[in-house]
């Protein structure tokens, strides 16, 4: 398979080409199979890097030309069949619009120049509806006062730069100005049919080029980088802008405008606290979720997964312990189970961009192992009920440790994609899942004392426990926080979270490549990271209090400690983690600029609090913990930071001690001789 990079390398090797004048079927065909398998992101990846190699304007509006020519079949073989979004619909009606004015002025205009050639002279009457039909292309403003103002600011954070929509852009002002001048002509005597044709075929032009640019590139890339959270906000917008042509915005909203749309959600919210309030203070749940089911059914019918994980956030925003949204996160998931098969449903006919579904794709990754632990819980299944007859152990043991690597897909969830949801304010739900997890993790810890006691009784009892908890799980996943995931995150954050994936690695699975995350630029991030110190030669060194080193030294040094290093500054924000060779705890990028509340358990975070404030108040100058975990004993020490008395942070040093347990007697340097 081509490799994407590649690909953005081989479209700018044509442009530059084609910008020197060299355009030949065998240029062509050489670069033919880029050509037409290229998509939006990277046709604009090209044309951002040949506009900052370029001074002259019209020269790259030339050559920008005949470059998206060549790569028409690409991009029209990537761009979807339909936009499923409100907001792009509306612009596509008003480009269809624009087309149709288009169109209609042409033919005038054709009259005008037929009537011209056959008597030198102008009808008077054409003329004037020939201008009647110029100053009508003046409707297209509030279609570009959108792009300008509302739609290429919402895509500054994913796009490396904004040389692509800036010629879009400039080609608009150019579009208008031209309007202004033939209108000029026209009203001008005598009237300089000469200059009025070359510059109505300018403009005609020109608004061909942004209509295929619009729908080729600039909405396609809007589908990969925006969230429909995004779009909603942009959607907002509309009411002060306008719209193009008279479209009526309310067609988009079944009937209602923005200001009804907005007082229309408020209104489900408070439906849906109401719901979830009903849940959580009535004991007769099966009662109550009749009730619910009977008086909320309108509701229920169109209930999204990001309304009921937001009604949950609102629970513990409003002072409800996580542990007790934990409680009842079943009985909600209960109450809702239809609405969210149906909004899985409604989502599989309109997601983002589909990216999710291509092998690769984060969402795509955990959807692969939810599937193999269907197959993981039938065979474990089968081998706890071989348990109960044969009493085989060492069979049910092997089962246990298998269905046990879902403890690397939770981990996975907890430190890479958890992170970025708290970026965009979705952090209830998280903590809940998390706590959810912990439950599993219990279960699972329980199970494996019960079989080194051999206690069958207890193993099967377990084992049937933990089979639902894991099916929840999955029903969780799947119907709300991967939706809602796929909804508020954009494409550049996916690719960053996908990048730090083999930090932790997979539950039974080898993620695929069909999505690839080499095409969204690495310098849109949306963790905090501290960038790395940067040294023109190894002889740049850093004055430590004693000693001078190179940071690629300091940075060795740190990888080779045989610790586990994580520092948290003052901010209680997660700044660096070391990455050593043998690590005790996962770690991934994700968790770098994380509040470190956020990095724990939710039944763990007050203790981690109490710690750091009693740091920060200098009741205490280290906090030590000791476990056992898989055959090893960890020992973990907290230790808090100061510089000239003014609290800096707190750095977590976590060590496998085993061996130096073990230690006895003396071993002296000399006894290596």
């Known amino acids: 398979m081509t490799n994407k990079i590649d690909v953005q390398d081989y479209l700018l090797e044509y442009i530059l080409k084609l910008s020197k004048g060299e355009q030949t079927k065998e240029l062509f065909e050489k670069y033919k199979k880029y050509l037409d398998s290229c998509n939006a992101a990277e046709v604009n990846s090209a044309i951002d890097k040949y506009i900052d190699m370029e001074d002259d304007f019209d020269h790259i509006e030339r050559t920008v030309a005949k470059f998206i020519r060549a790569c028409e079949r690409g991009l029209e073989s990537q761009k979807p069949i339909e936009f499923k979004n409100p907001y792009l619909k509306l612009l596509l009606k008003e480009n269809s619009l624009l087309e149709e004015h288009k169109n209609k002025t042409t033919v005038i205009y054709k009259e005008v120049v037929e009537e011209y050639c056959k008597t030198k002279d102008i009808d008077i009457n054409k003329l004037s509806i020939l201008k009647e039909n110029l100053l009508g292309f003046k409707q297209v403003v509030p279609h570009y006062l959108k792009l300008q103002n509302s739609l290429f600011p919402a895509l500054e954070d994913g796009l490396e730069n904004m040389n692509c929509l800036k010629l879009m852009w400039h080609i608009q002002d150019s579009i208008l100005s031209n309007l202004k001048e033939l209108i000029k002509i026209i009203d001008k005597v005598p009237f300089d049919f000469t200059l009025f044709n070359k510059i109505y075929g300018d403009m005609y032009l020109k608004i061909g080029k942004l209509l295929y640019r619009e729908e080729t590139i600039l909405f396609p890339l809007s589908v990969s980088f925006l969230s429909d959270e995004k779009f909603h906000h942009l959607l907002e917008d509309v009411d002060s802008l306008g719209t193009a042509f008279n479209v009526n915005l309310q067609d988009f909203y079944g009937g209602k405008n923005m200001s009804e749309l907005i007082n229309n959600s408020q209104q489900r919210k408070e439906e849906l606290n109401k719901i979830i309030k009903a ?55 209960d109450t809702f189970h239809e609405a969210l098969k149906n909004a899985s449903k409604r989502a599989e006919s309109g997601s983002t961009s589909g990216n999710e579904k291509l092998s690769g794709h984060p969402i795509a990754n955990y959807r692969a192992e939810n599937k193999e632990l269907k197959s993981q819980i039938s065979e474990f299944k089968k081998a706890y ?97 991967f939706p809602t995931a796929i909804r508020k995150l954009p494409e550049d954050v996916w690719a960053t979270i996908r990048k730090g994936e083999s930090e932790i690695g997979y539950a039974w699975i080898k993620p695929g490549n069909l999505w690839a995350p080499e095409i969204v630029s690495e310098k849109k991030l949306n963790f905090e ?143 290596e001789e």
């Open 279 to 333: 849940l959580n203070e009535r004991e007769d749940s099966s009662t109550v979720q009749k009730e619910i089911k009977r008086d909320f059914k309108k509701l229920l019918d169109t209930l999204s997964p990001e309304e009921i994980a937001e009604a949950e956030q609102a629970l513990i925003a409003e002072g409800v312990a996580v542990e007790e949204v934990q409680q009842l996160c079943e009985l909600h998931v």
């Open 385 to 481: 009920k071989r348990l109960k007859r044969k009493n085989d152990f060492n069979d049910f043991n092997e089962a246990l440790k298998s269905i046990s690597m879902i403890e690397i897909h939770y981990q996975r969830k907890e430190n890479q994609l958890f992170p970025f949801l708290e970026e965009v304010d979705f952090t209830g739900p998280s903590k809940v899942m998390w706590g959810k997890h912990d439950e599993i993790r219990d279960v699972f810890r329980k199970l494996k004392t019960a079989v080194k006691e051999e206690n069958v009784g207890e193993c099967v009892s377990l084992s049937k426990s933990l089979i639902p908890q894991l099916k929840r799980m999955v029903f969780m996943e799947e119907k709300i926080l």
């Open 529 to 671: 990271s501290t960038p790395p110190l940067k040294t023109k030669t190894d002889d740049d060194l850093v004055d430590l209090s004693v000693g001078k080193l190179s940071p690629s030294q300091i940075d060795l040094m740190l990888k080779n400690l045989p610790l586990d290093i994580t520092f948290v500054d003052e901010n209680d924000k997660v700044r660096y983690f070391s990455q050593g060779k043998e690590r005790i705890f996962p770690r991934s990028p994700g968790i770098i600029g994380r509040s470190v509340e956020n990095c724990h358990p939710p039944k763990s975070v007050h203790v981690v609090k109490k710690i750091v404030n009693d740091f920060k108040e200098r009741k205490r100058d280290r906090a030590e913990f000791w476990i056992q975990m898989n055959g090893s004993f960890i020992y973990i020490r907290y230790f808090p930071l100061f510089e000239k008395d003014v609290y800096k942070g707190v750095i977590e040093v976590s060590q496998e001690i085993s061996s130096i347990k073990a230690l006895e007697g003396e071993k002296r340097l000399l006894d």
